[in-house]
């Protein structure tokens, strides 16, 4: 039973690169979601999934895409990265109101 | 816009000693309040939680103190240990989806 599980661990890219973040969970919870992390600003929502077949926008979406492919996985895609989006995102599942956060990508654009 | 706010950024506490961090927010729909513990390198772990129809929730050494006038609430870290080193978000929910609007963090730091 492995929770959250996140890839990659780290990832460097270039302005302009595109990636995709991958998160699965195996705790079969509903809904799902991708936080940012910068210093001194906590954690903000990105997008969320409130169940399989739904995707929403959270407090920062701009620059971002997500998919969810099943119950389990959920991916936060970053069409053309900018050094804006260095930081460290943290997927995360939910039954009704506990939320388990995997244990991040550190993704740093240069 | 801040719609929890989270003090004091740092806070350095002698072991044994009480920690105390607080949060306060804006808006009135939250309906769930957890605090989250996070070490460097890992993710954020559900420490305690509280709901607003409750005025304290007590599990072994943490404490939450919840004053729904005010719009405030508290996390109290009682014999603080070296061990319990961390950063301390607060945190409120709202909505069917349960998404979470988190404070800014307090970093902990507890002397031996």
């Known amino acids: 039973n492995a929770g959250v599980t996140q890839t990659p661990k780290f990832q460097v890219l270039k302005t302009g690169q595109s990636m995709t973040l991958q998160c699965a969970q195996d705790?079969?919870?509903?809904?799902m979601y991708w936080y940012r992390q910068d210093p001194g600003m906590g954690l903000r929502l990105i997008y969320y999934?409130?169940?399989?077949?739904?995707?929403d926008k959270g407090e920062v979406p701009n620059g971002y895409n997500v998919s969810r492919l099943n119950k389990r996985e959920f991916s936060l895609r970053l069409e053309s990265a900018a050094p804006s989006q260095t930081s460290v995102y943290f997927c995360?599942?939910?039954?009704?109101?506990?939320?388990?956060f995997g244990p991040g990508t550190r993704l740093t654009v240069t | 816009q801040q719609q929890v706010k989270q003090s004091p950024q740092s806070l350095i506490v002698q072991k044994g000693g009480i920690s105390i961090i607080n949060c306060a927010y804006e808006?009135?729909?939250?309906?769930?309040f957890p605090w989250y513990q996070q070490f460097p390198g890992k993710g954020p772990a559900l420490l305690i939680a509280?709901?607003?129809?409750?005025s304290e929730k007590k599990e072994g050494r943490f404490t939450i103190s919840f004053n729904k006038s005010a719009k405030q609430f508290s996390l109290h870290i009682m014999d603080s240990q070296p061990g319990d080193s961390a950063t301390y978000f607060c945190?409120?929910?709202?909505?069917?989806?349960?998404?979470?609007?988190f404070g800014s963090g307090t970093q902990l730091t507890v002397l031996p």
């Open positions: 995360a599942t939910s039954l009704n109101y506990e939320q388990y």
């Open positions: 705790m079969n919870h509903n809904s």
């Open positions: 999934s409130a169940s399989e077949g739904t995707t």
């Open positions: 808006n009135t729909a939250f309906d769930y």
């Open positions: 509280i709901r607003p129809d409750v």
């Open positions: 945190a409120a929910s709202q909505g069917s989806a349960r998404q979470l609007t």
